[in-house]
């Protein structure tokens, strides 16, 4: 018969797509590769264990149906999963399921969360706002999953969000780990998830808590003498949000509570749920076990916004203010505000007050007035791609040179320093520069900074490369 296992797949896909929606498809079957065929078993690699389970919960009758049409009764379906995204882990691993077992795989080592033994515990250390027995969890009911809006940009972090709050501590993604820039939306989505739990499961103690309050109350029970209390008082929480966890960087006494709590909450199958501004692999004066617990469960990146979703959150937020806006300025506005979400927020609203204020219509004169005076007034981030096209014409190349696998040196090194500047110049992830630039891992990207620093110091024509290319990247 002569069919490998990526013909098999390469059918049974096409029958997938005609089944689901483009979105879907595009983000839980694209990344699947097949890599083995043996009888009636097809072996498919899937990047987490997260992906595995999301796929054995929504799409296992689909699965099922297009490998028995491909394969017959007996069709049996592997799993490989293997973590190509957990920074130097590269042991993949391998989990064998036959199709008989696949309904009950996905809650096989599933800790329940564990009661607390006495509801009544006091609340041992008293957090300003927080009533002594309820704790109050301190979450904005304004930060939705309904006004968070779906997009290229943030599918992943939004999809296991909603996966976390439907199982909180029951999924692989213990630790979730939402990392991207700024106004992108982070503290939005903790909320948003903490909203929903409280939402489905009213028993389950939710805390919401900034890094940066977080270390305040630690040294307030130094000083009061009572860490234990402090380490105890967190272990009674269910769902625990902390936000901007970057800023725990440097201060060891907080990282060690930190560490210990975080390993009395996971043991107990309770849900850790944090934010930070860069991904575990760039974050600085974070000790190493820190760092290895917070690559356990599921790090998802939120990136800008494409152009489709950027209207879509300006229609969403016009729909939500009873108020409306011509195609032409909404469109406008969604080319001219790229950065981030809350800077484009921010020009809706000062657009709709001076109309109103003014009483004068909302014009395309008026949204470009507001639009400078944004532009003007934040400092601009500058994009990876506006990097390459800079970079590129400097060296009087094309950006597909540039991105090529090819090793001409004169080439190598524009593309170095067009990974040096995006790591300089933009709150990217290496593995997102990576990715970005020519499909290339995020240690591709760090060996390119390391080498542009070398050859700066070493090489003075270099030198002036990187000079004569940050005037034109930094005016």
Known sequence: MGETAQSVWVNCLSF???????????????????????????????????????????????????LTREL????KLVYVIRMENTYGNKQPFTEKIPSSQRTQISSQDIDSPLRNKSPELKNPFIIPGI???????????????????????????????MAVSNKPGGTSFNPLLIFGGVGLGKTHLAHAIGVEVKDKYPEKTVLYISAEKFTQQ???????????????????????????????????????????????????????????????VDMQDIEQRLLSRFKWGLSAELQHPDFE????????????????????????????????????????????????????DITIDLARKIVENYVKNTKKEVSIEYIQKVVSDYFQMDVETLQSKTRKRHIVQARQLAMFFAKKLTKASLA?????????????????????NNLSTTDKQFKKFVEDLNKKLTL
Not at 43 to 66: D, G
Not at 239 to 255: F, P, R, Y
Not at 340 to 359: M, P, Q, Y
């Open 432 to 452: 997102s520069i990576g990715t970005q630039i020519g499909k290339r891992d995020h240690a591709t990207v760090l060996h390119a900074c390391k080498t542009v």
């Open 309 to 360: 979703t950027r209207v879509s959150i300006i229609k969403n937020k016009l729909y939500r203010d009873g108020v409306e806006m011509p195609e032409d300025i909404v469109e406008y506005l969604a080319n001219n505000i790229k950065t981030n979400i809350r800077e484009l927020e921010g020009a809706i609203i000062s657009l709709i007050a001076h109309s109103s204020f003014n009483k004068k």
């Open 131 to 161: 009533r002594n027995v309820k704790i109050d969890s301190q979450l904005n009911p304004n930060y939705s999953f309904d006004n968070f809006l779906e997009g290229d940009s943030n599918r992943l972090a939004r999809n296991a969000g």
């Open 16 to 66: 997938i797509q005609d089944n689901i929606t483009p979105q879907a498809y595009k983000t839980w079957f694209e990344p699947i590769k097949a890599v083995k065929l043996t009888d009636n078993a097809l072996s498919i690699q899937v990047p987490s264990k997260f992906f595995y389970e999301w796929l054995e919960e929504h799409y296992v009758k689909l699965l099922k149906v297009s």
């Open 72 to 75: 017959g009764e007996n069709a």
């Open 218 to 280: 630690y040294i307030e029970s130094v000083k009061k003498n009572n860490r234990n209390d402090f380490i105890h008082f967190y272990q009674i929480i269910d769902v625990l949000i902390v936000d901007d966890i970057q800023l725990l960087s440097g201060k060891a006494g907080t990282q060690d509570v930190f560490f210990h709590i975080f390993n009395h909450l996971h043991q107990n199958g309770k849900q850790v749920i944090l934010t930070s501004d860069k991904a575990p």
